[in-house]
């Protein structure tokens, strides 16, 4: 991009005045100062011949880096453009701006100068009623100014957002403006930041997240906080910090950054404010989003399915849970590698457009879809494997039963307990994901002890994305091949029957539809009577247990084996 390129609205400007935009290129600032009476006084007679506000951005060599017509809201430097210095530094550029009214800064000019770490915001004020030019023609001179800058604050709003603190500057005449002393200030001002930033310093090894919700119409308010609160823990177990959480309710999503304008600023100046490096929303994001929201808040935004899959990645532990994990991974990344401008589409056909080969974007795009196929190969053989297994436990008259439920529901625990199996356990979403069988006795009617196979299978969760479905078959068949299903529920989630309601959805989704359920509900001890009250005049058929205490352990294995001799029991 040439050097001269002037930024913000130019309809309706002449050739000529653009050139004089350009020519401001060309001037130079002394590092100590921040502006000259000589360059204010030509920023406002080209600022009064267009009659639109002139903005002009400076390096601390005194370089004039970017200028654009238009307020310092229009003609902003995008986030990705600016130097990445963190909390504690300014970005060491400064904005002079001409004003066409005689007033103060307006908050979405300072709101910009924040959003930008500019070490410095100068307004000035201009009147077109100035001296002649030689060709003719009022030209503007500078009336006042406004000198602002950021100072760092601690202070929040009932939100617990963090407010955007700056200080305004009393009127001031060009003359005292150009004689402050620039580098003296921005040092103090720097200084202070970097306590403010060591006082705060935190465990920079974790992601430092945002999370941002979105209500539409046919979201209840308590079905919206239990989705975020579910997604504050998919960050946590993830290993992210969870800083803040922005909520805005919309009839829809904005097509374009899934939440308005004015909010994801809100969210750029907050990120920026706090430190954040990471942006999770509460909903799939198309890629269009997901390129317009980090355009504008400058650091990268994902959304929950790509939390989850980071927490499988972390999770998988054998060969066949990472390929897995893989080829979702991949069929989730293949459709974002769209959109990211000219430069990575296909050249065209036509005369001048012919190229030397395929471009990178379709260089990945090949190579994963190769990836995919290999893993998809792979995933299949798998199946093959599983169902041998199965095929020989059936010819063994081995029944099965598969433990299915919601994420953090306890199937590990409880497979724990009953078996003496030393799966992974932790109050973390997810922590167990590959399958685990063993094999338990049961009493039976014939008073003979009768052994059945018991198979944990991955948690399910609200809205599972569709990728890991497709990619996790060969363990979700373990389900849908159980003679019959255990559906553990964690009775102390405020939220347990909605996750009944969920795992049922999914399970209703299966290909093939599964054997008879037993509903055993969890974490007894954890309960107050008000809630078991309501869980058994739903649930009567249900077993009432907790795993981690082996409260009831005996009666769902009484429960198992009549659940067992049902479900085998010739039709």
């Given amino acids: 991009m040439p050097i001269e390129t002037i930024y913000g609205n130019l309809q309706g400007l002449k050739s000529s005045q653009i050139k004089q935009l350009q020519r401001l290129y060309q001037q130079r600032l002394p590092g100590d100062r921040p502006?000259?009476?000589?360059?204010?006084?030509?920023?406002?007679?080209?600022?009064?011949?267009?009659?639109?506000?002139?903005?002009?951005?400076?390096?601390?060599?005194?370089?004039?880096?970017?200028?654009?017509?238009?307020?310092?809201?229009?003609?902003?430097?995008?986030?990705l453009e600016l130097p990445r210095y963190g909390a504690e530094r300014l970005s060491g550029i400064r904005c002079i701006a001409t004003q066409l009214k005689p007033e103060p800064p307006s908050e979405a000019a300072l709101t910009a100068m924040a959003l930008q770490r500019l070490d410095v915001l100068a307004i000035l004020n201009i009147t077109g009623s100035g001296f002649q030019r030689r060709g003719g023609g009022a030209t503007g001179y500078v009336k006042e100014t406004y000198l602002a800058h950021l100072v760092p604050s601690v202070e929040t709003t009932e939100a617990d957002a963090p407010l955007a603190s700056w200080s305004v500057s009393q009127p001031l005449s060009l003359d005292i403006l150009s004689n402050q002393d620039f580098l003296d200030l921005v040092e103090g001002l720097e200084a202070e930041f970097q306590r403010e930033y060591v006082a705060t310093q935190v465990d920079t090894d974790r992601d430092r997240v945002l999370i941002v919700g979105v209500q539409t119409d046919n979201i209840t308010p308590q079905a919206f906080q239990d989705t975020l609160d579910e997604l504050a823990r998919l960050v946590?177990?993830?290993?992210?910090?969870?800083?803040?959480?922005?909520?805005?309710?919309?009839?829809?999503?904005?097509?374009?950054?899934?939440?308005?304008?004015?909010?994801?600023?809100?969210?750029?100046?907050?990120?920026?404010?706090?430190?954040?490096?990471?942006?999770?929303?509460?909903?799939?994001?198309?890629?269009?989003?997901?390129?317009?929201?980090?355009?504008?808040?400058?650091?990268?935004?994902?959304?929950?399915?790509?939390?989850?899959?980071?927490?499988?990645?972390?999770?998988?532990?054998?060969?066949a849970g990472k390929l897995q994990v893989e080829l979702a991974q991949l069929e989730y990344m293949l459709p974002r590698l769209t959109g990211r401008g000219q430069a990575m589409s296909r050249l065209g056909g036509g005369i001048g457009t012919r190229g030397p080969g395929e471009t990178k974007l379709e260089t990945e795009r090949r190579a994963i879809a190769r990836r995919i196929a290999r893993l998809q190969e792979e995933v299949n053989q798998l199946q093959a494997h599983r169902s041998r297994l199965r095929q020989q436990r059936q010819h063994r008259e081995v029944p099965s039963v598969a433990i299915v439920g919601y994420t953090n529901a306890g199937k590990s625990t409880l497979l724990n307990a009953l078996t003496n199996a030393e799966v992974y356990t932790a109050d973390q979403l997810f922590a167990t994901l590959d399958p685990t069988t063993r094999r338990l006795v049961i009493p039976s009617v014939s008073g003979e002890p009768q052994a059945i196979v018991l198979t944990d299978t991955v948690g399910f969760i609200h809205e599972l994305?569709?990728?890991?479905?497709?990619?996790?078959?060969?363990?979700?068949?373990?389900?849908?091949?159980?003679?019959?299903?255990?559906?553990?529920?964690?009775?102390?989630?405020?939220?347990?029957?909605?996750?009944?309601?969920?795992?049922?959805?999914?399970?209703?989704?299966?290909?093939?539809?599964?054997?008879?359920?037993?509903?055993?509900?969890?974490?007894?001890?954890?309960?107050?009577?008000?809630?078991?009250?309501?869980?058994?005049?739903?649930?009567?058929?249900?077993?009432?247990?907790?795993?981690?205490?082996?409260?009831?352990?005996?009666?769902?294995?009484?429960?198992l084996g009549q659940l067992v001799r049902y479900a085998v029991a010739p039709s």
């Avoid at 009476?37 to 005194?62: D, H, K, M, W």
């Avoid at 890629?287 to 400058?298: K, S």
């Avoid at 539809?513 to 309501?534: F, H, Y």
Wanted: glycine share 4%; charged share 20%.
């Fill in 35 to 79: 502006t000259t009476p000589e360059f204010a006084q030509r920023l406002a007679a080209i600022s009064t011949e267009i009659n639109q506000p002139v903005c002009a951005y400076v390096n601390r060599r005194g370089q004039v880096i970017r200028v654009g017509v238009g307020t310092p809201r229009q003609t902003q430097i995008p986030p």
């Fill in 236 to 319: 946590d177990t993830a290993g992210g910090e969870v800083l803040q959480t922005f909520r805005q309710k919309r009839s829809r999503p904005h097509p374009q950054t899934a939440v308005g304008e004015g909010k994801v600023q809100e969210i750029a100046l907050t990120a920026q404010t706090l430190g954040a490096n990471l942006i999770v929303f509460d909903r799939d994001l198309s890629p269009a989003q997901v390129r317009n929201l980090e355009t504008q808040i400058g650091i990268r935004v994902v959304d929950r399915t790509e939390v989850i899959l980071d927490i499988f990645a972390q999770r998988a532990r054998t060969r």
């Fill in 465 to 559: 994305p569709a990728s890991l479905m497709d990619a996790f078959r060969a363990t979700l068949e373990e389900v849908t091949e159980a003679d019959a299903l255990l559906h553990v529920v964690d009775l102390s989630h405020p939220a347990w029957q909605s996750q009944i309601r969920s795992v049922m959805s999914i399970l209703s989704e299966m290909p093939i539809t599964p054997g008879p359920m037993l509903i055993a509900l969890n974490k007894v001890d954890c309960v107050d009577s008000d809630t078991l009250a309501v869980a058994q005049e739903e649930f009567p058929q249900a077993v009432y247990i907790s795993a981690s205490d082996r409260i009831g352990l005996e009666t769902l294995r009484q429960r």
